[in-house]
């Protein structure tokens, strides 16, 4: 198992834009893992929006796709996520675990206290 910690929330206006960081820690990952972003906002299911593989591959949620992009640093066994042109609906807890794959992968470890990003004017 991974623990992860996820930091770079905050409040931010429409159109702003924030960046995620996520490192773990405790038993660290291998580089081969697939990692993503989750997030999920108040009275709503918990979902996938971003993940990258080792070999370079991604892929992102409909809704943030052309606004958000996911990085790794595998040698600090971190993840990023940048975010662009964010809107009210972006509002949530984002979170970051290892995926069982792209897309429609579920996450393999529990689940860390996330980060709040709030969209607001």
């Known amino acids: 198992q991974v623990q992860f910690v996820e930091s770079g929330g905050g409040l931010v206006q429409p159109g702003g834009s924030l960046r995620l960081s996520c490192a773990a820690s405790?038993?660290?990952?291998?580089?081969?893992?697939?990692v993503g972003w989750y997030r999920q906002a108040p009275g709503k299911e918990r979902e996938l929006v971003a993940a990258?593989?080792?070999?370079?591959?991604?892929d992102y949620a409909d809704s943030v796709k052309g606004r958000f992009t996911i990085s790794r640093d595998n040698a600090q066994n971190t993840v990023y996520l940048q975010m662009y042109s964010l809107k009210p609906e972006d509002t949530a807890v984002y979170y970051c675990?290892?995926?069982?794959?792209?897309?429609?992968?579920?996450?393999?470890?529990?689940w860390g206290q996330g980060t709040l990003v709030t969209v607001s004017a």
């Open positions: 675990n290892r995926n069982s794959g792209l897309g429609s992968g579920s996450a393999l470890d529990a």
């Open positions: 405790v038993r660290f990952f291998s580089i081969s893992d697939i």
């Open positions: 990258v593989s080792s070999g370079g591959s991604f």
